[in-house]
């Protein structure tokens, strides 16, 4: 399955051992893990701001990431407005590498599911669909 993992999924995966994590790790065990460069770069900016993440531990953890499939900027476009100008980044970015699900604890995101063709689900949905 292909599996696009949202930032606030790939922050909650780095910081703490919950369902984010154990569904990150999953992921990278038997599935083909994505995420965007938006993603990445709203990674940075969260683990070295917000979080105080050393650099040495974000460039380990993006370099994990850059070893799956990290998906360009999108020239897609969604068809609809959301809220937040980069969740349609990242919804775009899902779609054009045909992702078979976006994971993400974003509500508008989530709220979107009903509008598209790709799955969009939380960490424990995706949790329990692969269980």
């Known amino acids: 399955?292909?599996?696009f993992f949202d930032t606030n999924v790939l922050v909650?995966?780095?910081m703490s051992r919950?369902?984010?994590h154990e569904v990150f790790q999953l992921a990278l065990s038997s599935h083909t893990v994505l995420t965007g460069?938006?993603?990445l770069r709203e990674l940075r900016r969260v683990l070295a701001g917000k979080f105080e993440v050393p650099n040495e531990?974000?460039?380990e953890f993006e370099f994990i990431l850059r070893e799956r499939n990290i998906v360009k900027d999108s020239p897609l476009e969604v068809s609809f407005k959301i809220r937040d100008p980069d969740d349609e980044g990242?919804?775009?970015a899902a779609m054009s590498?045909?992702?078979d699900v976006l994971v993400t604890g974003d509500q508008d995101l989530l709220e979107c599911a009903d509008k598209v063709a790709i799955r969009i689900c939380s960490p424990r949905q995706l949790w329990q669909m692969l269980q």
Do not use: K, P, T, W
Request: proline residues 0%; hydrophobic residues 55%.
């Open 57 to 59: 531990l974000i460039a």
């Open 1 to 3: 399955m292909r599996i």
């Open 37 to 39: 460069e938006l993603n």
């Open 12 to 14: 909650s995966s780095f």
């Open 97 to 99: 590498c045909r992702a």
């Open 90 to 92: 990242v919804l775009a």
């Open 18 to 20: 919950g369902v984010s």
